[in-house]
């Protein structure tokens, strides 16, 4: 897949990070389908109920920094980066970086975000673009839990 296209959750869109068609040769229906952007959409937004941090998706083309590139987009995500976590997905390199806020980082420790990538890239091995990040972003959500003010005592 050499299109690329930058998505993210409707309620944490910026003018940098909205979504937005770069292959000019295809419509936005030819990269991913209603029901794909929806599932994305539903994903990311769950994450970020249920976790009270900012999930964020970016998918293209990471250039040759592929690093750099993701710290920078997470930097220009909005919001407090430091509650913030950027999965960007750039499937012609064959490339997942995972970007954690300080704050989000403490919630979700390098080895969940390596845990989750290595889901994520098995899925996207056998096909499955979407389903991969979907349960990618779960597996993260779940290990980051619910803020703590939110949560209820027993």
Do not use: W
Not at 54 to 63: A, M
Request: hydrophobic share 40%; proline share 4%.
């Amino acid at each position: 897949m050499t299109r690329a296209l930058e998505a993210e959750s409707h309620d944490t869109a910026t003018r940098e990070t909205a979504p937005s068609r770069t292959d000019e040769g295809s419509s936005l229906d030819s990269i991913f389908s209603f029901q794909e952007l929806a599932r994305l959409d539903e994903a990311l937004t769950m994450s970020s109920r249920e976790t009270g941090l900012r999930f964020t998706l970016y998918i293209g083309d990471l250039g040759k920094q592929t690093r750099v590139r993701a710290e920078e987009l997470h930097s220009h995500s909005g919001a407090d980066p430091a509650e913030s976590v950027l999965v960007a997905v750039s499937p012609g390199q064959r490339v997942v970086e995972v970007v954690t806020g300080a704050a989000a980082a403490r919630r979700i420790p390098d080895r969940a975000c390596a845990l989750a990538v290595l889901s994520m890239t098995g899925s996207f091995a056998a096909g499955d673009l979407v389903g991969g990040i979907v349960n990618g972003l779960r597996q993260m959500s779940d290990q980051a839990g619910h803020p703590s003010a939110l949560r209820h005592p027993h």
